[in-house]
C-alpha cells in the first residue's frame, strides 16, 4: 500500500493558493499533506507547480473536505461503494474519515492520533508482537511503530478505507522506512481470518470494531474466544466500545463486553472510553 504523493487540499489551503495568485505573486509557501511538511508551490497564471508537476486550479471547494487529483482535476476525497465513505480533516490536522455521515473516530476533545495514543499506552506495545483486528485509518498501528512495537498484525475489511489510507499523509505506509517491515496491513475481515491465526501467537490486541449494530460478530462469545486464543497468557486487550447512551439504546454494550471478556478467560474492566483486559 503506497501513499500518494500528490498534494492534498483542504478549503482553506485551496483558497490560499487562489488568493496569492490573484494578488499576482509568483509562489505560495505552505502545507499540501496535512502539516506533514511544508513546500512552496510555484504560481502562473493558468497551472501551479509543486515538486515539478504542474496541477489545475481547483474550483470551488468546501468545508469538512479533503481533495485530491485524479488526473484531471481536484475531486473529494469520497468514494461510494454501497456506503458513501469520505476523509474529514479536522482542526487536529490528522483527518478523521465518515461511512453515510457518521464519523467514525473521536476528535472533539483531541487529534483522533492523540486518542489512539492513549488507548494504545495500555498495552505497552514496545517489543511486542500485536493484533490490531481493524485497521481503519491506521492509528493504532502508527502509535505502535512510534512506541517501539516489534511486529503489528493488522487487519482492514473495507477496501474503500484501503484507499483512504493511501491518500491520508497520516496513514502509516508498511512499505516505509519508519515501518520497517514490522507492519502487516491485510485486506480481510478479521471475524474469519482470525481461526487462520496461531494459538499464543501475540502478545497483545487492539480491538476497534464498528458499533455492534453493524459488525455484531465482532462483539460475538465466538469471536472473543478465538481473541483468547491467539492471546498469549498475560497478554493485554483493548477493546474499544465507545460510550452508548443507554436511554436511548437501552443497552450497556461496554458492561456486556466485560462480561462476555471474562466467559472467554479474560479479566476486564472498563477503561477509557472501552474496555482493558488481560487474558488469564
Known amino acids: 500500500m503506497s501513499h500518494a504523493t500528490a498534494p492534498l487540499l483542504t478549503h482553506a489551503t485551496a483558497g490560499a ?112 508482537t500485536v493484533l490490531d483486528t481493524c485497521g481503519g485509518l491506521g492509528y493504532f498501528a502508527a502509535c505502535c511503530l512510534d512506541a517501539g512495537v516489534a511486529r503489528i498484525q493488522s487487519f482492514e475489511k473495507n477496501d474503500s478505507v484501503l484507499w483512504l489510507r493511501t491518500l491520508n499523509p497520516w496513514s502509516p505506509d508498511p512499505a516505509s522506512a519508519q515501518a520497517a517491515g514490522r507492519l502487516q496491513l491485510t485486506h480481510g475481515d478479521v471475524s474469519q481470518s482470525i481461526a487462520t491465526l496461531p494459538e499464543a501467537g501475540f502478545d497483545a490486541i487492539l480491538h476497534d470494531p464498528p458499533r455492534f449494530g453493524i459488525a455484531g460478530e465482532l462483539y460475538s462469545q465466538d469471536f472473543y474466544a478465538q481473541l483468547a486464543r491467539v492471546l498469549k497468557r498475560g497478554g493485554k486487550l483493548f477493546h474499544y466500545t465507545g460510550s452508548p447512551n443507554r436511554l436511548t439504546s437501552g443497552r450497556d454494550v461496554p458492561r456486556e463486553v466485560v462480561k462476555r471478556l471474562e466467559k472467554a478467560g479474560f479479566k476486564a474492566q472498563p477503561a477509557l472510553d472501552g474496555v482493558l483486559a488481560s487474558k488469564r
Not at 508537476?53 to 469520497?78: C, I, M, N, Q
Open 17 to 128: 493558493l487562489t488568493a496569492t495568485r490573484d494578488a499576482g505573486l509568483p509562489e505560495w509557501t505552505g502545507s499540501l499533506d496535512l502539516e506533514r511538511s511544508v513546500g512552496t508551490a510555484l504560481l502562473h497564471a493558468d497551472v501551479w507547480e509543486w515538486h515539478g508537476v504542474r496541477y489545475p486550479y481547483p474550483g470551488k471547494t468546501r468545508e469538512r473536505t479533503l481533495y485530491h487529483f485524479d488526473g484531471e482535476d481536484f475531486v473529494a476525497v469520497s468514494r461510494f461503494a454501497g456506503s458513501l465513505i469520505k476523509l474529514v480533516p479536522t482542526e487536529w490536522n490528522v483527518p478523521t474519515f465518515e461511512i453515510d455521515g457518521i464519523k467514525m473516530l473521536p476528535t472533539s476533545k483531541e487529534s483522533p492520533l492523540d486518542d489512539a495514543r492513549r488507548k494504545v499506552a495500555l498495552i505497552e506495545p514496545r517489543g511486542k
